[in-house]
């Protein structure tokens, strides 16, 4: 039986890996934006500034290999190799989570997968998000998940969340937040239940304490740092990163340079001035998407309310863990409130339930294992259903930066030019 489970999941990996290449091939683009190029010219040579992680690396590897790397071709070059080291870390984390997991769920866990790999590999092969530092952000996250579920090593979060942040500050937002959760679960667990209900506290509570206080410490220092006191406020700095970034930049654009990327983190001048217009819009598709995603969204309220139900009486530890992983993706507010890349957004909620929902299942968590074969029972009595919520995502990718997904969008332009 066993074997038989393996040989089936080996054949469904392999399936699994032809999608992430169908999806290459169907979205896949030949250069890279501005945005990009930009960042990758930002490095520590100039001092610890935002976002000058990337660009460090390049520069090392400039240093290193006998072909120039500070060019279009280099940022080419690690921007297909950024897609290659997220879809083997995807395909990693789903086939440890099958391995991890009893075989009565697998059939419900390959629904969720397909729908999420639907999203996840398409979301940095198209244009929009091509070469974007949330791929590399997005992989520490889940190699992140990966520690966790192995318990070995779970220290190295720490500065994982360091690099993450050095990366792109928006980590802190869009894709700490499994993590977080997962180690406060953890802690949960680790407690010792006394005879009267109570939860004591163990030396692998703490441990887990620990390690999630320290990656929010650290993190959110760097955040501060970044946000507000790394800019050189130095217009030779600017000048010649601006050159530098020129030289990267793709010969085909009229303009090779994203210079409000370089006066925000370099001059400390705010570009959100002139994007409340594009905000106004997203505000419009957000809602667009949440009425589109609504089978999903009530599948998932559902879900979550069925944890909660099944949580035991009186046990406020408990009932804080499945509410921390409920409402886990809400990190994501800030970013939603005051800025726009929506499609990056919703991204980062989509990859929150997906990662935290598989980790607890794989971790043979009780409540969520409960749950979640109450809603595969419900859902097996209505296959047509289970087949169109499965095939529904192919419709909606890729997904944008600014706009959600093409749908979303189509329909949100047809509502304006009518005057929604």
């Given at each position: 039986m066993?074997?038989?489970?393996?040989?089936?999941?080996?054949?469904?990996?392999?399936?699994?890996?032809?999608?992430?290449?169908?999806?290459?091939?169907?979205?896949?683009?030949?250069?890279?934006?501005?945005?990009?190029?930009?960042?990758?010219?930002?490095?520590?040579?100039?001092?610890?500034?935002?976002?000058?992680?990337?660009?460090?690396?390049?520069?090392?590897?400039?240093?290193?290999?006998p072909v120039n790397m500070m060019s279009y071709q280099g940022v080419l070059v690690l921007s297909y190799l950024q897609i290659l080291v997220y879809d083997v870390l995807v395909l990693a984390f789903i086939y440890i989570c099958l391995k991890k997991s009893h075989?009565?769920?697998?059939?419900?866990?390959?629904?969720?997968?397909?729908?999420?790999?639907?999203?996840?590999?398409?979301?940095?092969?198209?244009?929009?998000?091509?070469?974007?530092s949330d791929a590399w952000t997005a992989g520490i996250c889940i190699i992140g998940m990966l520690l966790l579920l192995s318990g070995k090593a779970e220290w190295l979060i720490v500065p994982l969340s360091a690099v993450g942040v050095c990366i792109h500050q928006g980590f802190v937002l869009m894709f700490m937040a499994p993590m977080l959760v997962i180690l406060f679960a953890k802690g949960v667990d680790a407690m010792e239940v006394q005879p009267d209900g109570k939860r004591k506290w163990t030396a692998r509570t703490k441990k887990y304490a620990a390690i999630l206080i320290l990656s929010v410490v650290?993190?959110?220092?760097?955040?501060?740092?970044?946000?507000?006191?790394?800019?050189?406020?130095?217009?030779?700095?600017?000048?010649?990163?601006?050159?530098?970034?020129?030289?990267?930049?793709y010969e085909g654009y009229d303009v090779k340079v994203h210079a409000q990327l370089i006066m925000n983190e370099i001059l400390g001048q705010d570009p959100a001035?002139?994007?409340?217009?594009?905000?106004?819009?997203?505000?419009?598709?957000?809602?667009?998407?949440?009425?589109?995603?609504?089978?999903?969204?009530?599948?998932?309220?559902?879900?979550?309310?069925?944890?909660?139900?099944?949580?035991?009486?009186?046990?406020?530890?408990e009932k804080l863990k499945y509410l921390a992983v409920a409402v886990g993706?809400?990190?994501?507010?800030?970013?939603?409130?005051?800025?726009?890349?929506?499609?990056?957004?919703?991204?980062?909620?989509?990859?929150?339930?997906?990662?935290?929902?598989?980790?607890?299942?794989?971790?043979?968590?009780?409540?969520?294992?409960?749950?979640?074969?109450?809603?595969?029972?419900?859902?097996?009595?209505?296959?047509?259903?289970?087949?169109?919520l499965t095939l529904y995502p192919i419709l909606m990718v890729p997904m944008g930066d600014i706009w959600i997904t093409q749908i979303s969008k189509l329909i949100t332009d047809c509502l304006v030019s009518l005057g929604f």
């Open positions: 066993m074997k038989t489970e393996n040989k089936k999941t080996a054949i469904m990996m392999i399936l699994l890996a032809l999608y992430a290449g169908l999806q290459f091939i169907l979205n896949v683009q030949t250069t890279v934006g501005t945005y990009v190029t930009t960042m990758y010219a930002f490095s520590y040579r100039y001092g610890f500034l935002s976002r000058g992680f990337q660009g460090t690396v390049l520069l090392l590897l400039d240093k290193i290999l075989v009565t769920l697998h059939h419900g866990m390959w629904f969720c997968i397909f729908i999420f790999t639907t999203f996840a590999f398409p979301e940095y092969v198209a244009f929009q998000n091509f070469g974007r650290v993190a959110a220092m760097l955040f501060l740092y970044f946000t507000f006191f790394s800019h050189q406020n130095s217009r030779t700095v600017y000048d010649e990163i601006y050159a530098l970034a020129d030289s990267m930049g001035s002139d994007e409340w217009s594009i905000h106004i819009y997203n505000f419009k598709e957000g809602l667009v998407f949440f009425i589109l995603s609504l089978p999903y969204t009530v599948l998932l309220v559902e879900f979550f309310r069925t944890c909660m139900k099944k949580t035991k009486t009186g046990d406020i530890w993706s809400a990190t994501i507010l800030p970013d939603l409130i005051a800025k726009i890349d929506y499609g990056r957004w919703v991204y980062s909620i989509i990859s929150y339930y997906f990662l935290v929902v598989m980790t607890l299942l794989a971790m043979n968590d009780r409540v969520i294992t409960e749950s979640f074969h109450a809603m595969a029972t419900k859902l097996k009595k209505h296959k047509a259903v289970v087949a169109v």
